[in-house]
């Protein structure tokens, strides 16, 4: 899929998710063959990776996040516990007052 179909937010994102993985492989010195190996993929999906296509695999970047061992970041990732406009969205469905309900008294 074409990157003018994304909005320019995530296509810096993956650029940038993209740079930081290539020089996270080149660190450890490891060819572009080598990390495609390690991850299951082609040479060619690696590249495409590494320039930020959003059309990769989330399997793919996550497996190479994993491979690379920099896995413990993404853990925090949409966690419901940082989603403030959630918990705004929830609170507002609350209802304003609370009905108890009386137990029904058994008549013998």
Excluded at 66 to 77: F, I, N, P, Q, T
Aim: aromatic share 8%; charged share 30%; net charge positive.
């Amino acid at each position: 899929m074409n990157q003018t179909h994304y909005p320019a937010e995530v296509v810096s994102m993956m650029t940038l998710l993209g740079e930081r993985i290539c020089i996270a492989r080149t660190r450890r010195r490891w060819s572009m063959e080598i990390l495609a190996e390690r991850i299951g993929v082609g040479r060619r999906t690696v590249a495409r990776l590494e320039k930020g296509d959003p059309g990769v695999a989330l399997g793919v970047f996550f497996t190479t996040l994993w491979v690379l061992g920099v896995w413990d970041e993404v853990k925090g990732l949409a966690d419901p516990g940082a989603d403030k406009a959630g918990e705004f969205l929830d609170k507002q469905r609350l209802p304003k007052r609370v009905h108890l309900q009386r137990e029904k008294e058994l008549d013998f």
